[in-house]
């Protein structure tokens, strides 16, 4: 006998779960006792990306493990993470139903079985299609739910007056269309975060539905009606350069102060930012931001120095601690001129005093020297800055 096959299961499991998922693959098809460990410590977190071009729509892989689950029920309660990326081509969306629909069909029986997930990411890639979130979601009951994600799904970013909404929606208005993710989000309490990047609905909630959310990702339509009342402490937005006044007053009505702001994953003038400064500037420490600076700065700058333009905006956030410039994309910029980006850091330091720590879209990350007060170039972050 091996030592291997001496060990008890608990050691093998201690052993197991420090493998890659290739490793584990490879560990399953070693002996049947080796396989009984690894398989559950493999289906623990499960990631299916599957690129789907019009000539080959149906997602096979996900068909695949849908069907593992559901004829392995022991795999259903070992499962805390699934995520499913779709990645699907521009054009029609009917033909991607036709092909997708039995396949979330399994995949929603097989989500109904999974009592134990904590963490939920669905990007289908069918927005603008006729299927919404029912056929992901209607009868799922997540009790330890902790993180979820939908997106490609329903209308997305399409016109609503080119959409044309599932038959069996009672009614074609915003709140119905929102009305499947509404409901799941109302009976899952347990939900920390939540990200929904392609929902331009408002999500009609209870007061005392999503009690633990402390962080949310979406437009600023369903922020301005999932907010209000609830610990969200950061935002990210998404979406259009424009936020109306009611929907900003809206978002600002967190029972927490937000005090992470991303706004990388939209294009933000000046004058947004200005405008969010009003509700959101006083409470706000760490700002992550695309900048559009091409459509209000004067035309004559260029580079690095459009930057100079933001010192009365930055002066409107107080408690700005950490700011961070790398998703905005300037002309003409370089790798960093260091002497540049220091005067800017001095500049919207006496702006904002609160400030110690800014990236720029350089990438160069800058600290602020507290016993000096001077800043210093971090020479050796080789990656994006993102505390958050």
Request: net charge neutral.
């Amino acid at each position: 006998m091996s030592r291997a096959a001496q060990l008890p299961n608990e050691t093998l499991h201690a052993i197991f779960e420090n493998l890659s998922p290739g490793s584990l693959a490879a560990v399953v098809r070693a002996s049947h006792r080796f396989h009984l460990v690894a398989e559950r410590i493999l289906y623990t977190s499960i990631t299916i990306v599957e690129s789907l071009p019009h000539r080959a729509p149906t997602p096979i892989r996900t068909a695949t493990c849908a069907h593992t689950i559901l004829a392995r029920p022991h795999l259903a309660e070992v499962v805390r993470r699934l995520f499913v990326r779709w990645q699907t081509d521009t054009g029609p969306r009917d033909p991607y139903v036709a092909a997708a629909g039995p396949v979330l069909d399994l995949l929603h029986r097989a989500l109904q079985t999974l009592v134990n997930i904590e963490q939920l990411d669905l990007a289908l890639g069918l927005a603008g299609g006729t299927l919404d979130a029912r056929a992901v979601l209607a009868g799922c009951t997540f009790p330890a739910l902790r993180v979820f994600a939908l997106s490609g799904v329903g209308r997305g970013s399409l016109s609503p007056k080119l959409y044309i909404p599932p038959p069996s929606l009672d009614g074609d208005d915003d709140e119905a269309l929102g009305a499947p993710v509404a409901q799941f989000l109302t009976a899952t309490p347990s939900i920390e975060q939540l990200r929904l990047l392609d929902c331009y609905e408002p999500l009609t909630l209870p007061p005392g539905a999503l009690p633990h959310l402390t962080a949310f990702r979406g437009s600023a339509i369903a922020a301005a009606s999932v907010l209000p009342g609830r610990p969200v402490q950061l935002l990210g937005l998404v979406g259009h350069e424009f936020i109306t006044e009611r929907d900003l007053q809206r978002i600002a009505q967190t029972s927490a102060p937000i005090r992470f702001l991303d706004l990388s994953m939209m294009s933000v003038t000046p004058i947004l930012l200005r405008d969010i400064s009003r509700h959101l500037g006083a409470v706000v420490e760490v700002l992550k931001v695309k900048l559009a600076l091409r459509h209000t700065l004067h035309f004559a700058l260029s580079g690095i120095s459009l930057l100079a333009g933001l010192s009365p905006v930055l002066g409107a956030f107080p408690a700005l601690r950490q700011l961070d410039l790398s998703p905005t994309s300037v002309d003409g910029i370089a790798r960093g001129n260091a002497l540049e980006e220091s005067a800017l850091c001095t500049t919207w330091a006496r702006a904002c005093p609160a400030l110690r720590a800014v990236v720029f879209p350089s990438r160069t990350e800058w600290r602020r020297d507290g016993a000096a007060d001077i800043w210093v170039a971090d020479a050796a972050s080789a990656t994006v800055w993102t505390r958050y």
